[in-house]
């Protein structure tokens, strides 16, 4: 027969037949069908895209899943937190050598003091867990769960003001117009729930000095739109405009969401802008979270024992406490980023009170988030942060008063922790000299930590690219290393 012979023919030594290569096509097709649905981007080219392999796909297999950030915007003091110097005590008073400073940039607060007396914490410290780490007396429930956090104290920065430093820690730059860590995420391993988005910010404020919040800090930059984080509010409506007008049935919105993705995809047909295309995505995701995000929200289901576990102040929608419970239930309902802010930590004066009614805020809270993870199994592949964009001075700044002391902003060397999703628990990373002012084992600078995180999430830092404008940029921009110690 033809068939047959078509096999033998020496123009075919791999000896395939019609009827073998289309039974393996139809396998191929329906394989390709198949990753088309769970993974809707999966053939779909984008401008600008460098990845090395189809977004939605990790470059290996992860450690985590998700990222909780509980970032503490202001300052916190690692003096009062999670690096203990006993010897400040000792040298109390005492002018800051000039070989420890070595001529280290001050802010304009305090670069016009005659001296820079040394001030020991005004808070005493304990050792915690097996591991012995030493935490103030303003954090007694996160010390409980030392033996499950890693405490890096060798963090720094190059920014000493606010605003370039949260933009650095937050976009990997300290300018403007970089995409958000979130949103590098979400270009990279899209969401888990359809139904919401796969980045998510909750903002808190304490009665501590407070520095603006910008919505820059979870843009998209030059990403796509639909990589954007939306921020939840607290109260009846958490998504401004979400909400149908009175007289506005479903089956309406639905007929008029129809009618006007139809007229876009027209126009996208005309002008071939791909920013149509995350317009028509976004409108659908409105319409879907009409339903997902008051179901999300609701904390009404919670038992008692989970309230209790995170405070009392869990039931008052914007408090920290609250806004760590719903990352709970956003991360049990699939959103891969969520980022908490807390404001409220800029003590340059003041500090011993206004620290302690920060700390009051986010410590027994904070350590719940740990423990209700652990509890339900979530831990290990969900990455927890805390700590904010720089540290504080060891010296005082303003008068010398051991009960209002106040410190100024410190970027060369500071402290935050991390727990689960691959991180090692109960230890201790970095260290620094005995006045706390200089990092003198195992620094990680912000593009290392970031490296890290993308690490953890199965994402090769170097090999997740956009090109815009003709330069090829990533997270870490042209630095960062994963620090493979801290890592399980």
Not at 22 to 47: R, T, Y
């Amino acid at each position: 027969m033809e068939k047959d012979k078509d096999k033998d023919s020496p123009e075919n030594p791999l000896k395939v037949n019609r009827r073998h290569f289309f039974s393996q096509l139809s396998v191929g097709i329906g394989s390709l069908a198949l990753g088309s649905l769970l993974i809707p981007d999966l053939f779909k080219g984008q401008a600008g895209q460098l990845a090395s392999q189809p977004l939605g796909i990790p470059h290996f297999a992860p450690k985590a899943k998700r990222v909780i950030y509980l970032f503490q915007a202001g300052g916190p003091s690692q003096l009062e937190s999670f690096d203990y110097k006993p010897m400040l005590a000792k040298r109390m008073g005492e002018d800051l050598p000039d070989s420890i400073r070595n001529g280290q940039r001050l802010t304009g607060m305090t670069s016009g003091q005659s001296k820079f007396p040394l001030m020991p914490s005004a808070v005493d410290f304990k050792q915690y867990g097996k591991s012995g780490a030493w935490i103030s007396d303003l954090f007694p429930h996160i010390g409980k769960i030392a033996d499950d956090i890693c405490i890096v104290r060798g963090m720094h920065t190059e920014a000493i003001n606010h605003d370039p430093a949260i933009t650095f820690f937050q976009t990997g730059n300290q300018q403007s117009g970089r995409p958000s860590m979130g949103s590098w995420l979400s270009y990279g391993l899209g969401s888990e729930n359809q139904n919401l988005p796969s980045f998510v910010v909750l903002t808190s404020r304490g009665k501590g000095n407070s520095q603006g919040l910008y919505s820059k800090l979870w843009s998209s930059g030059f990403l796509d739109s639909k990589h954007q984080g939306v921020l939840l509010r607290s109260g009846n409506n958490p998504v401004l405009y979400l909400n149908d007008p009175d007289g506005i049935s479903r089956s309406d919105k639905r007929h008029l969401l129809d009618h006007v993705s139809s007229l876009n995809k027209i126009h996208h047909v005309e002008t071939g802008d791909d920013e149509i295309e995350s317009r028509i995505a976004q409108y659908e995701m409105a319409y879907r979270m009409q339903m997902s995000v008051p179901d999300v929200m609701d904390i009404k289901k919670e038992p008692e024992s989970i309230i209790q576990l995170y405070g009392e102040d869990s039931q008052v929608p914007g408090t920290y406490a609250a806004n760590c419970l719903q990352a709970r239930r956003l991360a049990e309902s699939g959103v891969r980023f969520i980022q908490l802010y807390h404001q409220g930590w800029d003590q340059h004066g003041n500090l011993p009170n206004e620290m302690a009614g920060q700390a009051k805020d986010v410590d027994k809270a904070s350590a719940a988030l740990v423990l209700d993870l652990k509890q339900r199994g979530m831990l290990e592949d969900t990455l927890v942060i805390w700590g904010g964009e720089f540290g504080r001075t060891n010296y005082c700044q303003g008068n010398f008063d051991p009960k209002t002391y106040g410190r100024d902003h410190h970027p060369r060397a500071f402290s935050i922790w991390m727990a689960g999703g691959g991180i090692k628990p109960g230890i201790t990373y970095g260290e620094t000299d005995e006045f706390g002012y200089n990092i003198i084992k195992n620094p990680v600078h912000i593009n290392d930590f970031h490296a890290t995180i993308m690490h953890n999430m199965g994402l090769d830092h170097e090999q997740l690219i956009y090109k815009y404008q003709g330069r090829r940029f990533r997270l870490t921009d042209v630095a960062g290393n994963v620090v493979k110690d801290i890592l399980t």
